[in-house]
């Protein structure tokens, strides 16, 4: 446990954390959620309708786009105007699983809420900020539903929210900036909810495989760094 992380943080300390809501006059439900040097703008938009597939079956759906701006990294990163790219598409997926996994879409009644996540600045952990703020972004739009009589009751069933983990020089780090990430032995990130489930775990060794042991302990980190989002997710939404 001797590695020393570029920023002073302790191995099981998060990066300072802000989640503003209400950002947006426009959607129904929005947040800004800053984790670090990243930013994400996140916004929920309700749709009288669902995609054909879920058509006529009186149920709703959730899903979620995600976007990063060419200049929030610090090269410009190519604007995505045709088809997003392949890690685009695989990151606006897990946002819509991680989302839908905590809505009784039954509830929703046959509407479909869509998430856009906007990355205005990157410093690592995007995905996971962007399943953070989306959760805010999705209670403050289902909040406005139930206040304006159009469903009778709020169809989330739990907080979610995600970080990530890694191990470097064989020590387990919890939420991990780009200068760590890019340099980690394994880089994991981890969904759960405010029930203490997992909804997904993406683990992957870029270098040397790591054991059973290290597992458990990446997480014990991670339950102590989402505990401390759902606090932060909270504080948003009192």
Do not use: H
């Not at 302790?10 to 990243?38: F, H």
């Not at 994400?40 to 979620?64: H, L, Q």
């Amino acid at each position: 446990m001797n590695y020393q992380r570029l920023d002073g943080r302790a191995v099981d300390q998060i990066r300072n954390t802000k989640i503003t809501p209400n950002i947006s006059p426009y959607a129904e439900g929005s947040a800004l959620i800053e984790v670090g040097g990243t930013k994400v703008i996140c916004t929920a938009s309700v749709e009288d309708r669902v995609p054909m597939f879920m058509r006529n079956k009186g149920i709703g759906w959730v899903t979620a786009e995600y976007a990063m701006l060419p200049r929030a990294t610090n090269t410009r990163t190519q604007r995505e105007s045709q088809r997003p790219s392949g890690r685009t598409q695989e990151i606006q997926r897990l946002i819509g699983r991680s989302l839908r996994a905590v809505v009784d879409t039954a509830l929703l009644g046959e509407r479909q809420v869509m998430l856009d996540c906007d990355v205005i600045q990157a410093d690592g952990g995007t995905r996971c900020a962007s399943i953070t703020g989306a959760y805010v972004a999705l209670a403050l739009a289902c909040r406005r539903l139930v206040k304006n009589g159009i469903i009778k009751t709020s169809p989330i069933l739990s907080e979610v929210a995600a970080v990530s983990v890694g191990i470097i020089e064989g020590t387990p780090i919890l939420d991990l900036a780009y200068a760590e990430d890019s340099v980690a032995d394994v880089d994991m990130n981890i969904v759960c909810t405010g029930r203490g489930q997992f909804i997904e775990i993406q683990g992957t060794a870029e270098r040397e495989p790591f054991s059973r042991e290290q597992m458990d302990e990446m997480l014990l980190l991670a339950e102590k760094g989402v505990n401390e989002l759902f606090g932060t997710q909270r504080v948003a939404l009192a």
